[in-house]
């Protein structure tokens, strides 16, 4: 969990491959930071969003019912669905730990797709102040996809959104879906996971500074990453920073610039 400020120039952090996977798993590393890693994993992921009006999404919602003749069910998450959602997220090797789940949940709502008693798809969405929300852990189980449940589950989520502008980050085997129902790319970004060792300092220019983080800075970090993301998420961020075993901070001239958690 990283963000800093475009005149930050990254770090070079030393590399080597070990693995390649098909799908996005997360983990940063920005600027000035104590840490070099061997490289796991790195994926392109989209980024897209949308501005829903009810009247441009009825035709999609209208062949899209709650109850699909084929036997899926589709119903609102709940706690207890935790367990086999964190299983989906298994199958496709993302790297979701079972407090990640119950995090995400516990920050929005979600749908299950549930077919013969088990569930075999998952949607959350998220709404974090008057017009901006997010949509996320979109996944089938692979003997169930083809048969439109992606689509069905993400019209749903879509749901009481209207005015709202969504984004999301797709991998581009699910770009088309999300273009279907009306988003757009906006740009993308890199997720990389890794196994962190020690490195040396890294020398900063005159007038940085690399310091842990205290509550003093709430405001200002606050402030930075609503400017970064273009929406305010104070629950999601101090969710983030309560537990975090360690909070950096990057400023210049006493003015903020970048953390990482």
């Keep these: 969990f990283v963000s800093i400020a475009d005149a ?18 997360f983990g940063l590393v920005g600027a000035a930071a104590r840490l070099s890693y061997r490289l796991a994993a790195t994926n392109a992921i989209v980024c897209m969003h949308a501005r829903l009006f009810g009247k441009a999404r009825m ?3 209208s062949r899209l019912p709650a109850n699909a003749e084929d036997g899926v069910h ?5 706690a207890r669905d935790l367990d086999q959602a964190w299983g989906l997220s298994l199958d496709q090797h993302w790297p979701h730990r079972p407090i990640d ?14 077919c013969d008693g088990q569930v075999v798809g998952s949607a959350l969405r998220w709404r974090w102040d008057a017009t901006h929300a997010t949509v996320g852990l979109i996944i089938v189980s692979e003997h169930m996809r083809g048969r439109r449940v992606g689509s069905a589950l993400t019209s749903q989520l879509l749901d009481d959104l209207d005015g709202y502008t969504v984004s999301l980050h797709a991998t581009e085997e699910g770009r088309g879906l999300y273009e279907r129902l009306g988003f757009v790319r906006t740009g993308e970004i890199r997720q990389h996971q890794g196994i962190a060792s020690p490195a040396p300092l890294i ?7 690399l310091r842990p983080y205290d509550r003093s800075d709430d405001e200002a970090l606050f402030a930075f990453d609503t400017r970064a993301r273009g929406w305010s998420r104070p629950s999601l961020l101090r969710m983030c920073l309560d537990p975090a075993e360690s909070v950096m901070v990057l400023d210049h001239g006493g003015e903020l610039s970048g953390y990482a958690v």
Excluded: H
Excluded at 203 to 209: E, I, K, P, Q, S
């Design 8 to 25: 930050v120039t990254r770090s070079k952090c030393r590399s080597r491959p070990l693995a390649r996977w098909n799908l996005p798993l």
């Design 59 to 61: 035709s999609t919602q």
């Design 74 to 78: 589709y119903r609102p998450m709940e």
């Design 101 to 114: 789940w119950e995090n995400a949940l516990a920050l929005g709502e979600g749908i299950v797709a549930e």
């Design 203 to 209: 020398a900063l220019g005159d007038g940085w500074r």
